[in-house]
């Protein structure tokens, strides 16, 4: 422990951390704007510089160590006048739009503004204009907005290993973009959205369907169907102002009934259903010497990355569609056919975590005899938008249950929104699958937690079978080094492109409850909720799902049929 003063005051801290580690900790919130915890120091910004004793300039906080005796200021008339300086500067190059911008009220440069008084403007000049690009139907690019932090650039290559992003050009020039400037949806951009996760203003932003949504929701001659992903119900509340963990599924439920949907689904019955599939699937490559490791294909950014980066690895992927996409396809068959309504009559929409389900929604690959099945997707904060648009109190409304035949899930569904669910939910039927016993010790404790690559084996009817798990593009790669280089050394993977899982997704809201997007606690309590809603379902295991035995009676017949292949898988090519 060292001896440090902070504006007067003696404190004992540990060394090795930077003067706003340890300022946080002691509880001086020092500005700041190009700093993210999950990313290197950019120092780019100098909004959080503090003076230190015997230093000629004021030093940046993020960047500079502690040290024994160090007499830090972090408040004084000079340091608030240039960080106000600093701010100004950014915002006379900045839209004056803040009242029609989609991140009013959420924005992190205008709290900056607002906290440090800045009231009126001092310089007028020239502003950069680069045209906003839409090409994408996930990711918007707005570089009117950019404030040149780099936070995108860094999380797109530190820890998601894209590295599309880059800043082009210099000085007042200076924008980030996808190499040659080519557009969103013909770059190696993997939609994930991470970059609107770190983004503090709206310089990078989902592709917004809702007024689209509201107008359809007004149309009498459509079925509205919906269904909403397990994440969803832990994240949305943030967005009400809420702690981040909990549970809001009936809420939600409620909400989407008064917003105008028909029905409502639970893709937590389709990621069973998903179970089902691929556990069989799994089955059959393990007993007919079949491509392995088969890796899991329900995280469509990672399937873009896969086949963009990885098309040697495309035969080990698995042939099931996402939950998302079996939940949209059986809606546009099966209960079209049970309603007697003509599916180009139904409007399928998905709520997500996760802004790479617009991408995947728009793929050909996923139609069903060249019908779309999921025709809108909108994300968990684009939902949350609507709630308040359209004055529903969300936090109090009385919780409702989803509709049959598809609203009914085992608490294995709820985990797939969190990494290592899939897997953890795949062995829980995998298992009796293989041996027709049942597994009784059901909670996988070496398949959670937010470590980046996580490995585990377990012993089924005698043959050792060794799995793992990776989070966040960046660690799907190196996960796949390893593959690489020993193809035997797994049998089954589980990858799901997003920190933490779909809990983690880039289109679930800003987290402020911990000040950072993505911070390790936000990210801990979202996925406390969903082992919670595990824990508290009588049915655990994905084959017990009632409602998904049903469907396989009246319907599909078995797992991996003519007709689940028909409407539940496909295959992606490079
Ligand atoms: Fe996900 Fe999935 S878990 S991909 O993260 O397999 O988006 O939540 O809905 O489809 O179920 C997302 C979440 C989601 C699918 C499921």
């Given at each position: 422990?060292?001896?440090?003063?902070?504006?007067?005051r003696e404190y004992e801290?540990?060394?090795?951390?930077?003067?706003?580690?340890?300022a946080?900790?002691l509880?001086?919130?020092i500005?700041?704007?190009?700093?993210?915890p999950?990313?290197?120091i950019?120092g780019?910004?100098?909004?959080c510089?503090?003076?230190v004793?015997?230093?000629r300039?004021?030093?940046?906080?993020c960047a500079?160590?502690?040290?024994?005796?160090?007499?830090?200021r972090?408040n004084?008339?000079?340091?608030?006048r240039?960080?106000?300086?600093i701010?100004?500067?950014?915002?006379?190059?900045?839209p004056?739009?803040?009242?029609t911008?989609?991140r009013?009220?959420?924005?992190e440069l205008q709290?900056?503004s607002?906290?440090?008084g800045?009231?009126?403007?001092?310089?007028?000049?020239?502003?950069?204009h680069?045209?906003?690009?839409?090409?994408?139907?996930?990711?918007?690019?707005?570089p009117?907005?950019?404030i040149?932090?780099g936070?995108?650039?860094?999380?797109c290559?530190?820890?998601?290993n894209i590295?599309?992003?880059?800043?082009?050009?210099?000085?007042?020039?200076?924008?980030?973009?996808p190499a040659?400037?080519?557009?969103?949806?013909?770059?190696?951009?993997?939609?994930c959205?991470?970059?609107?996760?770190?983004?503090?203003?709206a310089a990078?932003?989902?592709?917004?369907?809702?007024?689209?949504?509201?107008?359809?929701?007004?149309?009498d001659?459509?079925?509205?169907?919906?269904?909403?992903?397990?994440?969803?119900r832990?994240?949305?509340g943030?967005?009400?102002?809420?702690?981040?963990?909990n549970?809001?599924e009936?809420?939600l439920?409620a909400a989407?009934?008064?917003?105008?949907f028909?029905y409502?689904f639970d893709t937590q019955?389709?990621?069973?259903?998903?179970?089902?599939?691929?556990?069989?699937?799994f089955?059959?490559?393990?007993?007919?010497?079949?491509k392995?490791p088969?890796?899991?294909?329900?995280s469509p950014?990672?399937?873009?990355?896969v086949?963009?980066?990885?098309?040697?690895?495309?035969?080990?992927?698995?042939t099931c569609k996402s939950?998302m996409?079996?939940?949209?396809?059986?809606?546009?068959?099966?209960?079209a056919?049970k309603?007697?309504?003509?599916?180009?009559?139904?409007?399928?929409?998905?709520?997500m975590?996760?802004?790479?389900?617009?991408?995947?929604a728009d793929?050909?690959e996923?139609?069903?005899?060249?019908m779309?099945?999921?025709?809108?997707?909108?994300?968990?904060?684009e939902l949350a938008w609507?709630i308040?648009s359209?004055?529903?109190?969300f936090i109090n409304?009385p919780g409702?249950?989803?509709?049959?035949?598809m609203g009914?899930?085992s608490?294995a569904g709820?985990?797939f929104?969190?990494?290592?669910?899939?897997m953890?939910?795949a062995?829980?039927?995998?298992?009796?699958?293989?041996?027709?016993?049942?597994l009784?010790?059901?909670?996988?404790?070496?398949?959670r937690?937010?470590?980046?690559?996580?490995?585990?084996?377990?012993?089924?009817?005698?043959?050792e079978?060794?799995?793992a798990?990776?989070?966040?593009?960046?660690?799907?790669?190196?996960l796949?080094?390893?593959?690489?280089?020993?193809?035997?050394?797994?049998?089954?993977i589980?990858?799901?492109?997003?920190?933490?899982?779909?809990?983690?997704?880039?289109?679930?809201?800003?987290?402020h409850?911990?000040?950072e997007?993505?911070?390790?606690?936000?990210l801990a309590?979202?996925?406390k909720?969903?082992?919670d809603?595990d824990r508290?379902?009588?049915?655990?295991?994905?084959?017990d799902?009632?409602?998904?035995?049903?469907?396989y009676?009246e319907?599909?017949?078995?797992?991996?049929?003519?007709?689940s292949h028909?409407?539940?898988?496909?295959?992606?090519?490079?």
């Amino acid at each position: 422990m060292i001896k440090i003063y902070i504006n007067g005051r003696e404190y004992e801290v540990a060394a090795g951390q930077t003067i706003m580690e340890a300022a946080d900790k002691l509880g001086y919130h020092i500005p700041r704007l190009c700093y993210h915890p999950k990313l290197s120091i950019e120092g780019a910004c100098r909004v959080c510089i503090v003076e230190v004793e015997g230093m000629r300039n004021f030093v940046a906080s993020c960047a500079y160590p502690v040290t024994e005796g160090m007499k830090i200021r972090t408040n004084t008339k000079e340091i608030r006048r240039t960080r106000r300086d600093i701010v100004e500067l950014i915002l006379d190059n900045h839209p004056q739009d803040c009242h029609t911008c989609e991140r009013n009220s959420n924005c992190e440069l205008q709290r900056l503004s607002e906290s440090m008084g800045i009231q009126r403007r001092h310089f007028e000049g020239e502003k950069k204009h680069y045209d906003k690009d839409l090409s994408s139907p996930a990711v918007v690019r707005d570089p009117d907005k950019c404030i040149l932090c780099g936070r995108c650039v860094r999380m797109c290559s530190e820890v998601q290993n894209i590295h599309n992003l880059t800043q082009a050009h210099r000085g007042f020039k200076t924008v980030v973009m996808p190499a040659y400037n080519m557009p969103m949806d013909e770059s190696v951009c993997s939609t994930c959205g991470q970059c609107i996760n770190v983004c503090p203003t709206a310089a990078f932003m989902e592709y917004n369907y809702t007024q689209d949504l509201f107008e359809k929701l007004n149309d009498d001659s459509l079925t509205k169907v919906v269904q909403f992903a397990p994440a969803v119900r832990a994240a949305i509340g943030e967005a009400f102002g809420m702690a981040p963990g909990n549970n809001m599924e009936g809420q939600l439920v409620a909400a989407l009934r008064k917003l105008g949907f028909d029905y409502v689904f639970d893709t937590q019955f389709s990621a069973d259903l998903t179970i089902m599939e691929e556990g069989s699937e799994f089955l059959e490559r393990l007993q007919n010497k079949g491509k392995l490791p088969l890796i899991t294909s329900c995280s469509p950014g990672w399937m873009k990355c896969v086949e963009q980066f990885y098309p040697d690895m495309l035969d080990n992927i698995s042939t099931c569609k996402s939950p998302m996409s079996m939940a949209g396809a059986l809606i546009k068959t099966y209960f079209a056919e049970k309603i007697e309504t003509d599916p180009k009559k139904i409007l399928s929409v998905a709520v997500m975590p996760c802004t790479a389900k617009k991408y995947e929604a728009d793929r050909p690959e996923l139609e069903v005899d060249g019908m779309k099945t999921t025709d809108i997707v909108i994300t968990t904060r684009e939902l949350a938008w609507m709630i308040k648009s359209a004055g529903l109190d969300f936090i109090n409304m009385p919780g409702e249950k989803p509709d049959a035949p598809m609203g009914v899930s085992s608490g294995a569904g709820a985990i797939f929104g969190v990494t290592g669910g899939v897997m953890e939910a795949a062995i829980r039927t995998a298992y009796e699958l293989f041996t027709g016993e049942t597994l009784v010790d059901i909670e996988m404790d070496n398949l959670r937690g937010l470590s980046g690559v996580k490995e585990g084996k377990l012993e089924i009817d005698g043959e050792e079978i060794r799995i793992a798990v990776a989070h966040g593009l960046g660690n799907a790669s190196k996960l796949f080094d390893i593959v690489r280089k020993e193809p035997d050394r797994f049998h089954f993977i589980e990858i799901m492109g997003c920190p933490g899982g779909c809990i983690g997704g880039g289109g679930q809201p800003y987290c402020h409850a911990f000040s950072e997007s993505l911070g390790e606690e936000c990210l801990a309590a979202r996925a406390k909720a969903l082992y919670d809603i595990d824990r508290g379902k009588t049915i655990r295991r994905s084959l017990d799902n009632p409602d998904v035995q049903k469907l396989y009676k009246e319907y599909l017949q078995r797992p991996m049929s003519e007709m689940s292949h028909k409407l539940l898988h496909t295959h992606y090519k490079a």
